[in-house]
């Protein structure tokens, strides 16, 4: 019997593929990229049309060998990767490795793992593109040329170790120009002046809040707390009368079904996702949950790497069904929604949305993870409110003449406004649960096919609204009715009376994940598929800080690699060069541009730039004298910048090594305390930073010298103590881990060669797992006959532990049971010398480990 070989690049997704195939088919799972540009600099031949050297990544070698005995024994091969760019190369390069005359090789897509969508795929094959090919080689060359060019750069003028990507420099300058706004801003007073009115004569009604618009027939402005009390005086006593009412119906059109932006703002705002968490999730969803329904996992949603808005005609008739069942006809169009994708978008696949609306997030809350049980439903929500009629609101707007009755008036009279509305017929809030603002709402304004005029969208969340300028505005709605009243009417003060309210404007708001990805796409910097990567690299390389509430901060790092590389003139910083360039690599991607020609256009004036800015200053501040002693030898000590920060070194180096952490303008160190005992006059220690990294100190000193390592978390299993980091003294011996107490009375000599995580394992239920080296991280069960073993995929675990060191998020590694999204290849450091993050599974552990290298506890193995 004819045997066809599907090739995925998730094992998740090769399960819930092979149920549908059935026999006839075997389905294998790549993993990922099988092959990728080597960490060297002669990876790509600048002089041979930019030709590239591709290698089996390490690690790969026995997946490729199962491809290629599998597709030996096959008749046909499906390569089945990821409907994108990423999934064209890998199909390509799975394509070279197997190739054989006899063997026949399509490529097919599968925008939904569900058996309509598997069909639809396996029966439509096609040819592979060596246009999208092209494009994804052409970026990955683009990447790797300023990775290792301008990383030696930073390396040159900054500080050793440092390193600069193509798109996430320029991300990252859009955070430091907002922080300067920040930091640049004044805020102005201005006084929000309102007045509450009722009828002047019978028959009473509820009263209501009008706000002060405008004086003397111009806008009002009113800045100091004088003027606010002049006014206030003429209100108090002023004649009031109705000017005009004006009554109109206002319609609320749905949004547009979920685009890979819109998503990861919403998901920012609402669930309090990352980027790169939230499309971990949604990869999940697309790969397929098991619902124990028809014995095999079921893709949940389409494709998640999407710039388009277009809905299949099916899923669109699934849906009104749906709509008209649950909610009602009257909430069904005449006629379907139809929403516009932007003009720059890919428009390859459809937008967002369940593989069927008839699956309920409620219906199958008991077989999802309580994330995937929240990102569905945003998304469930979404689609089903993108296919109902408009929410309609009755809005009334009454404007009222103010005409003050004191002798001398700060104004001769008045405007205020009141206007309100009430919510008429639900539409499609119906579904929205309570949701005020959607990502892209604005953008959705009036596309809807029966849709009339759309009510104001709001383009922003309600905290960054309040960087308003100075004044009240005269538009805001009352989420209420106002009472009956005719033109002419009188009106009288009434509770709460005349109100005036101080207030100061605000910042621009800091960008979080949310708004970045926003801004990112306005300015068409970045693609679906690379919105997390950009923001997750931003992070690893610390130039960026989390605040509370998730808002982005440089680091004083951040602003000094961003400083230096504007002032090199170099095009890469400037977003506007940014967003052409993505536009050319889609003109690749298209086949109206050859990668040869975008990637010679770009590398002559790249390099002319590059030479020329080698030629300046270098960019970190120079070394200030100060008035501390230095401890070690008595000389003063100098004030200096790492990439670390700042810190104090000895004058006399490199004779006197001698340094300090700087936490304030007089050299203090940084210290945290803990709730740790000196073990040998018993006061509390507390945590310290010296050139090693973090120790314990104790707070006794100078009395007391003793110092110890920083505890890992971890109690040992075999007497209880803490387990810690331990650096051999022979030179090139093997750091490993062991017990605090290995010379304590009771000695113990307990010790691990792997780095102990404090999570529980899910298998065995041990207190702790190890997470071994190497390219390929993994979290490994620290007992030995449990078996359990996990793959760290990059971007795992943003929010590392206090002091930087832990393995970061682990839990939420080894709590995931479905495989994260395909690892973008990371870019690339100079010649010689280690990548920013290492490529492949495991990245954003090695990011995070750098510093753990650097900082070693003082107490060495005898």
């Not at 991300?171 to 004044?186: G, K, M, Y």
């Not at 939230?278 to 949603?301: C, F, H, N, S, W």
Request: proline share 6%; net charge positive.
């Amino acid at each position: 019997m004819a045997k066809t070989l599907v090739i995925v690049e998730s094992p998740a997704k090769a399960k819930t593929i092979k149920k549908y195939l059935g026999n006839g088919y075997e389905v294998f799972a790549s993993k990922g990229h099988v092959k990728d540009l080597p960490k060297k600099q002669n990876a790509v031949d600048v002089q041979n049309d930019f030709a590239e050297t591709y290698e089996v990544i390490e690690g790969k070698e026995k997946v490729l060998e199962e491809l290629k005995s599998a597709a030996k024994k096959a008749d046909e091969v499906l390569l089945a990767t990821d409907p994108d760019r990423e999934g064209e190369a890998i199909a390509f390069h799975i394509s070279e490795e197997i190739k054989n005359p006899k063997l026949k090789v399509a490529r097919v897509e599968f925008h939904e793992i569900t058996k309509k969508g598997v069909d639809h795929g396996v029966h439509n094959p096609r040819k592979l593109d060596e246009n999208l090919y092209d494009a994804q080689r052409a970026r990955r060359v683009l990447d790797r040329i300023v990775g290792y060019d301008v990383s030696a750069l930073v390396w040159s003028k900054l500080a050793f170790g440092l390193s600069a990507g193509r798109v996430q420099s320029v991300a990252l300058r859009l955070i430091v120009d907002r922080e300067r706004e920040v930091e640049a801003f004044v805020p102005e007073e201005y006084w929000n002046i309102a007045v509450g009115l009722g009828a002047a004569s019978p028959p009473q009604r509820a009263p209501f809040v009008a706000k002060l618009a405008s004086a003397d027939g111009k806008k009002l402005e009113v800045t100091n707390g004088e003027v606010a009390g002049k006014v206030r005086a003429d209100l108090e006593t002023a004649r009031y009368k109705v000017a005009k009412v004006v009554r109109r119906e206002q319609k609320r059109n749905p949004p547009a079904p979920y685009t890979t932006s819109k998503l990861q703002q919403d998901a920012t705002n609402y669930l309090h996702f990352g980027a790169k968490r939230t499309m971990q999730i949604a990869q999940a969803l697309y790969e397929g949950i098991d619902l124990k329904r028809d014995g095999g996992p079921v893709g949940l949603i389409t494709y998640m790497r999407t710039d388009s808005t277009r809905v299949s005609d099916d899923a669109i008739a699934e849906v009104r069904g749906v709509v008209a069942k649950r909610y009602g006809k009257e909430f069904v169009p005449e006629r379907p929604n139809i929403f516009k994708s932007k003009k720059n978008a890919q428009d390859a696949h459809e937008a967002i949305r369940p593989t069927s609306v008839e699956i309920h997030p409620d219906s199958i809350k008991k077989h999802l993870k309580d994330e995937q049980y929240k990102l569905y439903k945003l998304i469930w929500n979404r689609f089903v409110a993108s296919q109902m009629t408009p929410a309609v609101y009755d809005r009334t707007t009454v404007e009222i003449d103010v005409a003050p009755t004191v002798a001398a008036p700060a104004y001769r009279s008045y405007l205020a406004r009141a206007t309100g509305r009430i919510l008429k017929f639900a539409g499609w809030l119906q579904v929205t649960e309570g949701q005020q603002e959607f990502a892209g709402e604005e953008e959705s304004a009036g596309a809807a096919a029966d849709g009339g005029a759309a009510a104001p969208a709001p383009e922003a969340t309600a905290a960054e609204a309040e960087r308003a300028a100075p004044g009240p505005s005269a538009e805001e709605d009352s989420e209420a009715l106002l009472p009956d009243m005719k033109e002419g009417e009188a009106l009288s003060v009434s509770p709460p009376g005349v109100i005036t309210d101080q207030k100061f404007t605000q910042p621009p708001p800091r960008y979080n994940e949310g708004s970045l990805v926003r801004e990112l796409e306005k300015r068409g910097i970045g693609r679906p598929s690379t919105y997390a990567e950009i923001i997750s690299k931003v992070q690893q390389r610390a130039y960026v800080e989390k605040r509370d509430g998730g808002a982005f901060q440089p680091t004083l790092l951040g602003k000094f690699v961003v400083d230096g590389l504007v002032r090199s003139n170099l095009d890469i910083m400037d977003p506007n060069f940014t967003a052409q360039m993505e536009e050319e690599l889609d003109a690749v991607g298209a086949g109206s541009l050859k990668r040869e020609q975008l990637l010679k256009s770009f590398y002559k004036k790249f390099r002319e730039q590059l030479d020329k800015s080698k030629k300046l200053a270098p960019w970190k501040p120079e070394a200030e004298k100060t008035d501390i002693v230095c401890d070690e030898c008595g000389s003063m000590m100098l004030k200096k910048w790492g990439k670390n920060g700042w810190f104090l070194s000895c004058e006399r180096y490199p004779k006197c090594k001698a340094t300090r952490d700087l936490s304030d303008a007089r050299g203090t160190a940084a210290v945290r305390e803990t709730d740790i005992s000196c073990d040998k006059c018993g006061k509390p220690m507390i945590i310290k930073t010296g050139r090693f990294g973090d120790f314990l100190s104790c707070t006794g000193y100078p009395a007391c010298k003793n110092t110890r390592p920083v505890p890992l978390g971890v109690a040992c299993p075999s007497c209880g103590g803490d387990l810690i980091e331990i650096r051999p003294r022979k030179k090139g011996g093997r750091t490993f881990y062991g017990c605090s107490n290995w010379n304590a009375e009771q000695k113990c000599e307990f010790k691990l060669w792997q780095k102990p995580v404090p999570v529980p394992c899910p298998q065995c239920g041990a207190k702790f797992v190890t997470r071994t080296g190497g390219k390929k991280a993994m979290l490994v069960c620290a007992t030995k006959d449990c078996g359990f073993k996990q793959e760290i995929v990059e971007g795992e675990g943003e929010d590392g532990a206090a002091d930087g060191t832990a393995t970061p998020d682990a839990a939420a590694v080894v709590a995931s049971a479905a495989p994260a999204a395909r690892p973008a290849p990371a870019e690339p450091t100079p010649a010689g010398r280690p990548e920013a993050a290492p490529q492949g599974a495991g990245a954003a552990q090695g990011a995070a480990e750098k510093p753990a290298r650097a900082v070693r506890a003082r107490r060495t193995a005898s």
